[in-house]
């Protein structure tokens, strides 16, 4: 099996590369990919170093069995379809293709089935979607959503490198403001992505776009807020969900014990609990009545919301693929 990843140097890529050691991914070749900027760096894999190369198109069209794309929307745009074309299945972590009708938009966990017999591009959604879907896909599948609000407290790390590096530059004196709108040591930034004429940002209409097209129901009402916070890994959510048909709070609570990859604990869980983990940790369960119920969801963004579900997707896809593909 060859496999790549793209933006192997990034907060998503590196930890790509450690996830795919930890979930026991083997390939025969493993070959790393980023710009001309770290090329020629080496990271570890299963004790070997391995060489990061420049991005080029010659090397895509040689076809690889799996192919990590984590790098931006505009090197997804200009190269995913090139490597999609030479045979390789493409897991691209940007949001280049994730609302393109024919791609599919997989949580392994929810809709992993969509890959059965499929080739080509896979979208990997958000991570603040991916979190949120996984601790409500029990409730929705036993008593229908209706509706969602929630609001967000996300970490620098979800910017990337320069979102880290912001926090950290501050926190040792240096203020002004680049990658976030304002300074985001000491403070939280109600505005993630650019603000749309409808008044939502960018980030609030990917989870409420991105939950639709993964539960396959457009019907469901979804208003987020999302917030930047000074947390290097980890993002928060309170949800408050409303179902459709009345359960009580036992049942709503043993709905998410069985959600898989999905702890629900009494304890109070913040992100640097979560973090480093492949788990979603839901707490602070509460009954408003018997359709509207709070809770509190705590991920790494990183991981859950970005490696290892890439990672369990090429997983379940080579399960369910392997043999007729080989
Ligand atoms: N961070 C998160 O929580 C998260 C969650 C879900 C999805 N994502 C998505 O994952 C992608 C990567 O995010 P990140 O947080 O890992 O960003 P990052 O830390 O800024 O890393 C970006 C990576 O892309 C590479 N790259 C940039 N321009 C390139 C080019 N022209 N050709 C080849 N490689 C290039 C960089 O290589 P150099 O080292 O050479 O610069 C680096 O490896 C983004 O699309 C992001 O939206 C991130």
Redesign the pocket.
Known sequence: MRVAV????????RTMVRVLEEQGVRPDELRL???A??AGTSLSFCGNSCTVEE?GTKVLKEGFDYLLF????N?SKQYASIAAEAGSVVID???AFRMTPDIPLVVPEINGDLLRGYRGIVANP??STIQMVLGLYEIHRRFGIKSIVVSTYQSV??A???GINELESQISGHVEPKKFVRQIHLNVIPQIGAILENGFSEEEIKMVDETHKILQDDSIGIWATTVRVPVLYGHSETIWVETRKPASLDEVRKAIEASENVELTDQVISPLDGAGTDLVYVSRLRAFDDTRFLMWNVAD??RV??ATNAVRILKKHRALNARSFE
């Open positions: 793209v933006g192997a140097t990034g907060e998503v890529g990919f980023a710009s900027r770290s991005l984590s790098a931006g929307s090197v972590n940007s949001s958000n991570c790390s979800g990337g490198k320069n963004n990183i919301g970005a």
